[in-house]
């Protein structure tokens, strides 16, 4: 099952541009995390946001989260070629065993041009 | 620090085969995990394990055993290869309850 769910899937925007992606998840949560991934490799964590915060900045990053709505969103201000990439959301949706599983969500995949 | 290695990168199995997926990280991390990535879908937990001889089943775990002997290793086996199993495999470790650092992946194909 996936808890987060992004939106949109695809986005393509010019340098300069800013780019936001959403996501929604279905349980409650301790934090929520972004990861960003290039094509063909592994995921790299940008932000980590938790449960009693509602805005975090990081560089060009700005993520919200509204606990209310069970939502969270990422913008990348500025963007430029280099942020090409697929983006995706993670929950941890399950605590067992002393672990904090995390869930992800399907990504978007957001291409900037020069 | 390498982080957290994964070998091989590419791999092709027959169906039926078994193969181990190496995984390592010189971070001391006490918490790792085992993801799939399918086309178009996030990553799903196949199996994790929060210290040196605890391990529990994910999201996604028949097919697959793990094994923690050392803090540092976190072998993946698979018990007999299925074309299901075709899909890229990561491999993280996290210090905690937060953010988890990932390897480069393992793209695996059976046919």
């Known amino acids: 099952s996936q808890q987060g769910e992004e939106d949109p899937q695809a986005l393509s925007i010019q340098e300069g541009e800013n780019a936001t992606m959403n996501c929604s998840y279905k349980t409650s949560i301790n934090n929520l995390q972004w990861y960003r991934q290039n094509s063909g490799r592994g995921l790299v964590h940008l932000i980590l946001i938790r449960s009693n915060e509602r805005e975090k900045h990081s560089g060009r990053l700005r993520v919200t989260l509204d606990t209310s709505k069970k939502s969270s969103s990422l913008l990348i201000t500025a963007s430029r070629a280099a942020d090409t990439a697929s983006y995706f959301c993670a929950t941890d949706a399950e605590f067992s065993g002393g672990y904090n599983k995390l869930i992800f969500g399907a990504g978007t995949r957001l291409a900037v041009h020069p | 620090n390498a982080g957290v290695t994964q070998t091989p990168k590419f791999q092709v199995l027959k169906t039926g085969q078994s193969m181990t997926l190496q995984c390592a990280q010189d971070m001391n991390h006490e918490y790792m995990s085992w993801y799939r990535q399918d086309p178009g879908m996030g990553l799903r937990l196949i199996h994790y394990s929060v210290g040196a001889g605890i391990t529990d089943q994910g999201e996604v775990p028949n097919g697959y055993n793990v094994s923690r002997s050392t803090t540092e290793d976190f072998p993946l086996r698979l018990l007999s290869a299925a074309p299901s199993q075709t899909s890229v495999y990561f491999c993280?470790?996290?210090?905690?309850?937060?953010?988890?650092?990932f390897g480069p992946g393992t793209r695996l194909t059976v046919t």
């Open positions: 993280a470790s996290s210090p905690g309850q937060g953010r988890q650092y």
